[in-house]
C-alpha cells in the first residue's frame, strides 16, 4: 500500500509532464514535418495519402469534412445563441387565411443549451483528434523515413483486433459514458448557473444566465417566502445526521451480528445468515411501503400499541400529546427521524453482516492465537484485534456507504413520501420537509415543481460534500499506514 | 500448531502441581465451562430467534396479506380472516386502468434483458481494455473514471432527464435501456479486479500460438472469468427490478400501461386505490420477490467474495 501511494504522488508531476508533452509532440510534429505532415494540418488526411495510405487518408479527410459540416450546420445556430440562451419568445398568431394556429420562429432556452453543451463537447473532442492525428501523421512520416514499413489499411484494421484491441473495446461503453455521466454533468452545472424553473419553462418562455444568483439564493434568507437558506440549513444538518447514524448504527449491527452468529454455541450459522438474507432479497420497494403501511396512523402497530396501553403510557410520560390516540411513528418530526434510523437498521444490518462475516474469515487467526497464549479472554481479544482489525480493512467502505447514505434516495423516499407532511411554514415555502435529504429535496424540486435552477445548485452542493468527505477521510485514513499490519 | 503451543504454555503448570490435584481443578473447571457455555448457547440462540422474528415478520405479512380476502389493509389483525387465491388470478387475469402487472411485469423483463446484455458486455470489453491491455493514457483513464464514479447517479439524474427529454426518449422503454445501460461501463471495478488475478501467461501462451485479442477475449479469458461473469449477469439483470428512482423519473406519463413493476406496485397504493388494492399489492410483491430472491441468493456469494478481496487488496 505504501508503494502504491508513492506512486499516487509521483504521478501528480508525472501527469503535469505528460500533459506537456501532449503539446510539445504536437509543436515537434508541426516544426520537424515534411510538406506532406504538414499539409495535414489543413486536409487532414494528406499525410497519409503522401504515404500511399489511400483509404486511411480518405476517411480521415472524410471525418474533418464531416466535422466542419457538422459545426457549421449544427454547432454554429445554437453555439452563437449560447450567450444569451435565446431571445425569441414564443408567440401564437391566428392565420386567417389558412384557419390555423401559426408559430413564430421562437427560440427555446432549453434545446439552445443543450445543444450548446454537446457542440462545445464536440469541438473538444475534434481539437483532440486533430492533435492526435498530427502526431500519428508524424509517426508514420519517420516510419518512412527510417525505411520502415507503413502498415496498408488492411494492416490497421487487424491491429484493431491487435494491437489496438482497447480501441475497439473502449469506443461504445465510452460514449455511453459521455452521455450518461459526463453531459448530465455539464448540463447540470450550466442549468446551476441559469433561472430555469416554473415561469420560465420553454418552450412558452425562455430562460437565461443569471451568474451565482442561485447560489445565493440558497444561503441567504429573507422573511417568509425566500426560505431556501432556512431549509437548506435543516435538510443539510438532518442529511448529515442521518448518514452518520445510518452508517455507524448498520456498520457496528451488521458486525454484532456475524459475530454472534460465527460465535461458537450457536447451531446451523448458514440457517440463520439465510433467513436473515432473506429479508433483503425482496425488493426494498415492496418492503418498504409495507413497513410504512405496518406503522401507518391507523396501522396494525397502532392498533397493538392502544390495545397493549402502550399509547397510554407514552400519553402518561408525556412523549405523545394528550389529544393524540395514536402513535405518529411516520407522520410527525422527530417520531418519523427515530423511525427511518430504525427502519434503516432492519434494511442495511444484514448486508453489513454478510460484509463483516466475510472479512472475519479472513481476519488474522495467528494474532489472535498468539493474544490467547499471553492471556487475554475473549473480550479483550474481540476489542483488542478483531475489532481494529475489520476497522482497518474496512475502514475505505465505511466512507464509501457513509457516501452513499448522504445519497441514499429510496429509504427516504419510499417511506416519507406522500405519508409525511411538514407544518413548518417555512420549510413547506421552499418544498421541503424535516424528514428530506438534500437528494429526495432534489428530487421534488425537480420531478413535482419543476425548480431545476435549485435542484441543480443542491446537486452541485451535495456533489462538494461528498467529494471533500471522501478525500479528506481517505488521506487521513491512509495517513495512519496500518495496513501492513495485516499484510502477509 | 494450535495444540502445540498450548502444550507449551501450559507445559511450567504441569511440572509444578501434582497430578491428582491437576485432575480435579480441571474436572471442575470444564464442569463449570460447559454450564456456562450451555447457558451462553442457549442465549445466543435465543437472542437470535428473536432477531430473526423481528427482521421477518414484514416479509410474513407480505405473505399472508397476499392471501387475503380483505383487499385492504386490515388494521387489526395481523393473520387475514379468510384465506383466497383472487388477488394472484386478479393481478394476472383482471387488469383495470391502474392495476397492469402482466404489462409491467412484461415491460420490466424486456428492459432487464436488453439493459443486463448491453451492460454486461460493457463491462466486460471495458475490464478487459483495463487489466489486460496495455496503451498509453490507460492510468489516466482509471483515475478519471474513479473521479467520475464519485458523482452519485442520483444527482444527475435530472440532467440525464433532460437528456433523454431532448432526444425524445422519455417514456420509453428503450430510453429505459440507455439510461440503465449506457454508463455502465464505469462499473468494472469488480471484474477487473477479477482478471487482475488471472496469470498473463496463459494469455501468451494464446498469443504464441496465433490467436489475436479477440480469440483471447472469447476463448481464453471468458471461460476462465465465468464465476465473474455469472456474477455480473445476475446483478445487472436485477438493477431494472429494483431500480426505483430513475423509473419513476423517467416512465411519469401516468399511462399505466408504460409503468415497470417498481413504479406500478407504488403507485397501486396511491391514497385513493390503498383500500382496494393492498392484497393486490403484496401478491404481485410476492411473485416478483420470489425470482429476485432465488438469483439474490445466488448472487451473494460472489457479491461477499467480491466486496472482501476488494478491500483486502486496498
Known amino acids: ?488 | 500448531m494450535m495444540d502445540e503451543n498450548k502444550n507449551i504454555a501450559e507445559s511450567p503448570a504441569k511440572e509444578t502441581s501434582s497430578k491428582g490435584i491437576r485432575v480435579v481443578y480441571e474436572n471442575r473447571r470444564s464442569m463449570g465451562k460447559k454450564q456456562k457455555n450451555l447457558i451462553g448457547s442457549i442465549f445466543k440462540n435465543g437472542l437470535l430467534t428473536v432477531l430473526t422474528v423481528i427482521w421477518l415478520i414484514p416479509i410474513l405479512w407480505l405473505v399472508v396479506t397476499a392471501f387475503s380476502a380483505n383487499p385492504g389493509i386490515s388494521y387489526t389483525r395481523f393473520f387475514p380472516e379468510r384465506w383466497t387465491l383472487a388477488n394472484f388470478k386478479r393481478i394476472f387475469f383482471a387488469p383495470d386502468s391502474v392495476l397492469q402487472y402482466g404489462r409491467w411485469f412484461w415491460n420490466t423483463l424486456v428492459i432487464a434483458i436488453f439493459s443486463c446484455a448491453i451492460s454486461t458486455a460493457f463491462i466486460l470489453m471495458v475490464s478487459y481494455a483495463f487489466s489486460c491491455t496495455r496503451f498509453p493514457g490507460r492510468q489516466g483513464m482509471i483515475r478519471f473514471s474513479m473521479i467520475l464514479g464519485m458523482f452519485p447517479g442520483v444527482l444527475s439524474m435530472i440532467a440525464v432527464y433532460f437528456i433523454m427529454k431532448s432526444i425524445g426518449l422519455t417514456n420509453s422503454h428503450i430510453g429505459m435501456i440507455v439510461v440503465y445501460s449506457a454508463g455502465s461501463g464505469l462499473g468494472y471495478l469488480i471484474v477487473k479486479g477479477f482478471m487482475d488475478t488471472i496469470p498473463v501467461s496463459m494469455r501468451e501462451a494464446a498469443r504464441l500460438e496465433g490467436a489475436n485479442e479477440l480469440q483471447i477475449f472469447f476463448k481464453v479469458m471468458m471461460p476462465l472469468c465465468k464465476p465473474i461473469v455469472v456474477y455480473q449477469i445476475i446483478s445487472s439483470f436485477l438493477a431494472p427490478w429494483s431500480d426505483f428512482v430513475f423509473a419513476r423519473l423517467m416512465l411519469n406519463s401516468g399511462i399505466s400501461k408504460d409503468w415497470t413493476v417498481a413504479i406500478g406496485l407504488y403507485n397501486m397504493l396511491d391514497k385513493t386505490l390503498i383500500h382496494n388494492n393492498f392484497s393486490a399489492f403484496c401478491a404481485g410483491g410476492l411473485i416478483i420477490s420470489l425470482p429476485i430472491s432465488v438469483l439474490f441468493v445466488i448472487m451473494q456469494k460472489y457479491y461477499v467474495e467480491s466486496v472482501t478481496s476488494g478491500s483486502t487488496k486496498g
Open chain 1, 1 to 488: 500500500m505504501r508503494i502504491e501511494r508513492r506512486k499516487k504522488k509521483g504521478s501528480g508531476g508525472e501527469a503535469l509532464r505528460g500533459f506537456k508533452n501532449y503539446f510539445t509532440d504536437f509543436g515537434s510534429a508541426v516544426k520537424n514535418g515534411d510538406l506532406g505532415t504538414k499539409a495535414s494540418l489543413l486536409v487532414m488526411g494528406a499525410g497519409f495519402l503522401a504515404r500511399k495510405q489511400i483509404i486511411k487518408g480518405i476517411l480521415v479527410t472524410l471525418v474533418e469534412l464531416m466535422y466542419f459540416l457538422a459545426f457549421a450546420l449544427y454547432s454554429v445556430p445554437y453555439l452563437s445563441k449560447f450567450g444569451t440562451l435565446g431571445t425569441v419568445k414564443m408567440e401564437q398568431s391566428f392565420d386567417p387565411i389558412t384557419m390555423q394556429q401559426t408559430t413564430n420562429d421562437y427560440d427555446n432556452s432549453f434545446l439552445i443549451l443543450i445543444h450548446s453543451m454537446i457542440s462545445l463537447f464536440l469541438l473538444v473532442v475534434f481539437v483532440m483528434y486533430y492533435i492526435h492525428n498530427m502526431k500519428a501523421v508524424y509517426e508514420v512520416q519517420k516510419n518512412a523515413q527510417a525505411g520502415k514499413h507503413v502498415n496498408s489499411f488492411r494492416e490497421d484494421l487487424r491491429d484493431m483486433l491487435g494491437k489496438k484491441f482497447h480501441v475497439t473495446l473502449l469506443t461504445l461503453p465510452s460514449i455511453g459514458v459521455v452521455m450518461m455521466n459526463i453531459l448530465p454533468i455539464l448540463v447540470l452545472v450550466a442549468i446551476a448557473f441559469t433561472n430555469y424553473d416554473q415561469s420560465h419553462m420553454p418552450p412558452a418562455s425562455l430562460f437565461t444566465w443569471v451568474g451565482f444568483e442561485n447560489f445565493k439564493a440558497l444561503f441567504s434568507s429573507g422573511g417568509m417566502t425566500i426560505t431556501f437558506g432556512y431549509a437548506f440549513g435543516k435538510v443539510l444538518s438532518w442529511t448529515l445526521i442521518w448518514a452518520v447514524f445510518a452508517t455507524f448504527t448498520n456498520f457496528i449491527g451488521g458486525i454484532l451480528l456475524a459475530v454472534l452468529i460465527n460465535s461458537k454455541g450457536v447451531k446451523f450459522p448458514k440457517m440463520w445468515r439465510s433467513l436473515f438474507v432473506v429479508a433483503i432479497a425482496v425488493p426494498q420497494f415492496v418492503t418498504l411501503i409495507l413497513v410504512r403501511n405496518f406503522f401507518r396512523d391507523d396501522g396494525i402497530v397502532n392498533t397493538l400499541c392502544a390495545n397493549a396501553g402502550i399509547t397510554d403510557f407514552l400519553k402518561n410520560i408525556g412523549l405523545l400529546g394528550a389529544n393524540m390516540n395514536y402513535i405518529p411513528f411516520l407522520t410527525s418530526k422527530g417520531w418519523a427521524n427515530v423511525m427511518i434510523i430504525l427502519i434503516n437498521i432492519w434494511v442495511g444490518v444484514p448486508y453489513q453482516m454478510l460484509i463483516a462475516t466475510g472479512v472475519l474469515m479472513n481476519a488474522p487467526l495467528d494474532q489472535v492465537e498468539s493474544a490467547r497464549i499471553d492471556g487475554a479472554s475473549s473480550s479483550q481479544v474481540f476489542w483488542k484485534i478483531t475489532i481494529p482489525y475489520i476497522l482497518v480493512v474496512q475502514g475505505p467502505a465505511l466512507i464509501t456507504d457513509f457516501v452513499r447514505n448522504i445519497n441514499n434516495f429510496n429509504v427516504i423516499y419510499l417511506l416519507t413520501q406522500d405519508v409525511y407532511t411538514t407544518t413548518d411554514q417555512m420549510l413547506a415555502n421552499s418544498n421541503a420537509k424535516e424528514v428530506d435529504l438534500l437528494v429526495t429535496w432534489l428530487f421534488r424540486l425537480t420531478n413535482e415543481y419543476y425548480n431545476y435552477k435549485m435542484a441543480s445548485v443542491i446537486g452541485i452542493i451535495v456533489f462538494i460534500i461528498c467529494v471533500v468527505f471522501t478525500l479528506v477521510s481517505y488521506s487521513r485514513l491512509m495517513a495512519g499506514g496500518r495496513e501492513e499490519d495485516y499484510q502477509i
